[in-house]
């Protein structure tokens, strides 16, 4: 390979676009929530006889499993918001469809007089819980939501905001139902 003076600024050119380009990228941050965690290691039981009593009150733990696809929790659904000092953050109301133990639908997220569609994904877990992934379209939010479901037509749980702008995730409580005999709007 022959190579003349004059290539050398184009070469030159090149690797200082690669490296400003890989300056420029940054790695994102993944801030996983802490979240309501059922799993057994993270529940710190201080005494181990009253493991298999906690579990049966609680419903399980918190694990994929064959069993949560026998539960149905296709429907309508309205959840409210409210953050760490019990002010209302907003309503969804959402249509989930499910296969086996995935989660999923579209509804619409609303705060005072404003509305935004929403996206919702998921999973059933083991037991009586739920994760609920809600995305606002609009102002793009992504409610991360943790619930359990006893009955499977009432709800509750917590969730954490996050926002696009990067800002400290706002963390709050979660309840709902079931609201098939209301048109979501």
Known sequence: MNMRLSDFPHIFLIISILAISAYASPTPIVIEPAGMDLSLDRMQISDPEHTAEYLAKTGGTAKPGLQT??????GNWSFELKNMKSLPIGDIELRLHQSEA??????????GLNRQMATAEGSL?????????VLTL????LYRMTLNSADGNSTSGAFTLYLPTGEAPVKGTVSGGRSDWRRIS
């Open 125 to 133: 877990l083991e037991g009586n819980a739920m994760i609920l992934n």
């Open 69 to 74: 696809y026998g539960r149905n929790l296709a």
């Open 138 to 141: 609009d102002s793009v939010y």
């Open 102 to 111: 995935a989660l999923f639908g579209t509804g619409v997220f609303k705060q």
